[in-house]
C-alpha cells in the first residue's frame, strides 16, 4: 500500500490528452511537500519528469505538465503519442514516515 | 551533468549480503546527496536511503535500518550500498538516484543509475 495513491492503469488515443492523479495526505502534500514525476519506459531506469509541482525536466517536451492542488496532484499529457507508452511514478516526502515517498505507478497504454 | 553507472547483476543465497556500487562522473560529490531505490519485479519504486554529500552521514527507510549501509569513497567517486540478511523478497533492481541538491525534503532525483538486478534464490 503506497502512501501516494495513483491509478494503476490509464489509456489514451494518440493525439488525446490523458491524465494522471497522485493522491496524498495531511503529513505529504498537505504539509506543503511538492510533488515530482518520473517516467520509465519498459527496461529502463525512471526518469525525471516534473519538478517541483510544475516545472519541467532539461528535455522533456512541453506535452508534459504538472499541478498539483491542495492533496491531489495531477499529471497531465496532450497529444499523446506512442512513445509515452510507459509507467508514471509520483513522489514526495512524507513527515510521518520520515522518509521519501513514491505513489504506486500508473501504467499509460496508447492504444 | 553528470552520470551513474552501477555495478552488474549479482546472484545471492539467503542470508547472505549484497554490496552494489554507483560510480559517479561528470559532477562533484560534494554537490549532491545520493539515494537508493530498488524495485521489485513488476512492482513499483521504493525508497531505501540517502547518504550525504558532505559528511556522508546516512538515513533510511524504517524497514531496512539495521540491514542496510551506504557509503562512498570520494578518491573514486564511488557510492556503495550493502544489503545484509537477505531474503527472496529482496530479489530487485537496485538503484542509485542522484538528489537534485543537498538532500532537503523538498528535493527530487535528477539523475538515475542503470539499475543493478539482484537475485536472491537458494
Known amino acids: 500500500q503506497s502512501v501516494l495513491t495513483q491509478p494503476p492503469s490509464v489509456s489514451g488515443a494518440p493525439g488525446q490528452r490523458v491524465t494522471i492523479s497522485c493522491t496524498g495526505t495531511s503529513s505529504n502534500f498537505g504539509a506543503g511537500y511538492n510533488v515530482h514525476w518520473y517516467q520509465q519506459l519498459p527496461e529502463t531506469a525512471p526518469k525525471l519528469l516534473i519538478y517541483?509541482?510544475?516545472g519541467r525536466a532539461s528535455g522533456v517536451p512541453e506535452r508534459f505538465s504538472g499541478s498539483k492542488s491542495g492533496t491531489s496532484a495531477t499529471l497531465a499529457i496532450t497529444g499523446l503519442q506512442a512513445e509515452d507508452e510507459a509507467d508514471y511514478y509520483c513522489q514526495s516526502y512524507d513527515t510521518s514516515l520520515n522518509s521519501w515517498v513514491f505513489g504506486g505507478g500508473t501504467k499509460l497504454t496508447v492504444l | 551533468q553528470g552520470k551513474l553507472v552501477q555495478s552488474g547483476a549479482e546472484v545471492r543465497k539467503p542470508g547472505a549480503s549484497v554490496k552494489v556500487s554507483c560510480k559517479a562522473s561528470g559532477y562533484s560529490l560534494t554537490d549532491y546527496s545520493m539515494h537508493w531505490v530498488r524495485q521489485a519485479p513488476g512492482q513499483g519504486l521504493e525508497w531505501m536511503g540517502i547518504i550525504d554529500r558532505t559528511d556522508s552521514t546516512t538515513k533510511s527507510a524504517e524497514k531496512f535500518q539495521g540491514r542496510v549501509t551506504m557509503t562512498k569513497d570520494t578518491s573514486t567517486s564511488t557510492f556503495y550500498m550493502e544489503l545484509s540478511s537477505l531474503r527472496s523478497e529482496d530479489t530487485a533492481i537496485y538503484y542509485c538516484?542522484?538528489?537534485?541538491?543537498?538532500?532537503?525534503?523538498?528535493?527530487?532525483?535528477?539523475?538515475w543509475g542503470q539499475g543493478t538486478l539482484v537475485t536472491v534464490s537458494s
Open positions: 517541483g509541482n510544475s
Open positions: 538516484a542522484r538528489d537534485s541538491w543537498g538532500g532537503h525534503p523538498k528535493n527530487w532525483f535528477d539523475r
